[in-house]
T-cell receptor, first 118, second 111 residues
Framework: GAVVSQHPSRVICKSGTSVKIECRSL??????MFWYRQFPKQSLMLMATSNEGSKATYEQGVEKDKFLINHASLTLSTLTVTSAHPEDSSFYIC??????????????FGSGTRLTVV | GEDVEQSLFLSVREGDSSVINCTYT??????LYWYKQEPGAGLQLLTY?????DMKQDQRLTVLLNKKDKHLSLRIADTQTGDSAIYFCAESNTGFQKLVFGTGTRLLVSP
C-alpha cells in the first residue's frame, strides 16, 4: 500500500534554532502534500498545502516565514520550523493524497513528528 | 467554514459494539472518512463513504450516513482492547482539497 515516511519521529531543540521535518512518499508520486499540527488531545489543524514545484498555500493564521515548506520533488516535502520557540512544541503530521483519480483512496499519513522546544 | 463535531469520549466493554458519531456542516462534502490514531502515531484510514451512499460495511466496521441530517456514524462490532484509540471523522470535497477533521473521539475498551 501507499506509504508516507516522516522523519524524525521525535526531536528536541533549543529555542531559536531551526528544525526540518521530512515527508517522503515511498511508492507513489505525491503532487500534493498536506501539513498538519496537532495539539495534545485535540484535532488536526491544517497548516498548509504543499504543491510540487510551486509555493505552498498556507491556512489563515499560519506564519509563512515561521513554517517554511518546500516541495521540490514528487516524493519529498519538507517543513522547517524556523527560530523555534516553546509554543511551537507540538505534533506535526504530513499526509498525501494517494491517487490522482480515485479520491476514495483517501489520504495517507506520515507517522508524525513530536517537536519539543526547550 | 466547514465544521465537523464529534463526542469526545466513549467507553465500552470488550465484546460490545461501539458507535461513534459525527456531524458536519458542509453540504457539499463528497467523501467522508474515518481515521484511527493510536498514541504518538499518525492516522490510519479505516474506511470511507461516498456521499451518495447510505451505508457501507467492511468486516467489523459499519458506516452509516444520513446526508439530510449531515450525520455520520461508525459502528465497531465486537470491540476489542486493541480498538482503544482516538477516532477522527473527516470530510472533503472533490478535487485535491483539504481534509477537515472532526474533534476526535477517544474510545476506551475495557476487558
Amino acid at each position: 500500500g501507499a506509504v508516507v515516511s516522516q522523519h524524525p519521529s521525535r526531536v528536541i531543540c533549543k529555542s531559536g534554532t531551526s528544525v526540518k521535518i521530512e515527508c517522503r512518499s515511498l511508492d507513489f508520486q505525491a503532487t500534493t502534500m498536506f501539513w498538519y499540527r496537532q495539539f495534545p488531545k485535540q484535532s488536526l489543524m491544517l497548516m498548509a498545502t504543499s504543491n510540487e514545484g510551486s509555493k505552498a498555500t498556507y491556512e489563515q493564521g499560519v506564519e509563512k516565514d515561521k513554517f517554511l515548506i518546500n516541495h521540490a520533488s514528487l516524493t519529498l516535502s519538507t517543513l522547517t520550523v524556523t527560530s523555534a520557540h516553546p509554543e511551537d512544541s507540538s505534533f506535526y503530521i504530513c499526509s498525501a493524497n494517494v491517487g490522482s483519480s480515485d479520491f476514495s483512496l483517501g489520504y495517507t499519513f506520515g507517522s508524525g513528528t513530536r517537536l519539543t522546544v526547550v | 467554514g466547514e465544521d465537523v463535531e464529534q463526542s469526545l469520549f466513549l467507553s465500552v466493554r470488550e465484546g460490545d459494539s461501539s458507535v461513534i458519531n459525527c456531524t458536519y456542516t458542509d453540504s457539499s462534502s463528497t467523501y467522508l472518512y474515518w481515521y484511527k490514531q493510536e498514541p504518538g502515531a499518525g492516522l490510519q484510514l479505516l474506511t470511507y463513504i461516498f456521499s451518495n451512499m447510505d451505508m457501507k460495511q467492511d468486516q467489523r466496521l459499519t458506516v452509516l450516513l444520513n446526508k439530510k441530517d449531515k450525520h455520520l456514524s461508525l459502528r465497531i462490532a465486537d470491540t476489542q482492547t486493541g480498538d482503544s484509540a482516538i477516532y477522527f471523522c473527516a470530510e472533503s470535497n472533490t478535487g485535491f482539497q483539504k481534509l477537515v477533521f472532526g474533534t476526535g473521539t477517544r474510545l476506551l475498551v475495557s476487558p
